[in-house]
């Protein structure tokens, strides 16, 4: 497609995406949320039965710093990947500019966030991050039975900044609450 598969924007609420083939493209995004420090919101949102083949992220949630509000109670279930560069990403911290950005005060609060069933292949070696604010960390994020693996098999890695992560089940990669 050349951009998002799905972009699911502020205001979403009750959003049902099943039975989803997405690539090539950027994936599956809820964002961005937050831009120009506005006030988004984006709740119960059920991804799930997707195949994403060669996008340039799986399941994303962006939101710009500085932004307010909240994305919550989202599930990303039952999803295969196969060479995707960034499977799953939570950027709370969003900043589009080729200098770095400071870190805001605020944020786009980020709960309840759970991935199920999770299987495929990664073309980065971190192929979960979850890059939450300082100031409004990523709180409740689930991870259960989640296997990914890079090229040739290899074992990847989580990368996870100010989130609150839960792990019941087989995970791989695996992830710490970085808090």
């Known amino acids: ?17 099943s039975g989803i ?3 090539p493209g950027h994936g599956i995004s809820i964002g961005s949320l937050g831009a120009n420090k506005s006030l988004a919101h984006v709740s119960d949102v059920l991804v799930e039965k997707a195949t994403l ?6 399941v994303r949630i962006k939101t710009w710093q500085g932004g307010e509000g909240s994305a919550e109670r989202i599930t990303f279930q039952d999803i295969k990947m196969y060479n995707v560069t960034n499977p799953i990403i939570i ?12 870190e805001e005060d605020s944020a786009v609060a980020i709960s309840d966030i759970r991935y ?12 979960v991050k979850f890059i939450c604010s300082s100031a409004v960390h990523c709180d409740g994020i ?5 296997s990914l693996v890079g090229q040739k098999g290899a074992y990847l890695k989580c990368s996870s900044v100010n989130a609150r992560v839960i792990t019941p089940g087989f995970n791989s990669p695996y992830c710490t609450a970085d808090m």
């Open 1 to 17: 497609t050349g951009d998002d598969c799905i972009s699911i924007v502020s205001g979403s609420e009750f959003v049902r995406a």
């Open 21 to 23: 083939y997405c690539g």
């Open 53 to 58: 083949v060669g996008t340039t992220n799986g």
């Open 91 to 102: 950027d709370q911290n969003y900043c589009d500019s080729k200098k770095p950005c400071s």
């Open 116 to 127: 199920n069933n999770i299987h495929g292949t990664s073309l980065s070696k971190v192929a």
């Open 142 to 146: 689930v991870m259960q039975d989640v």
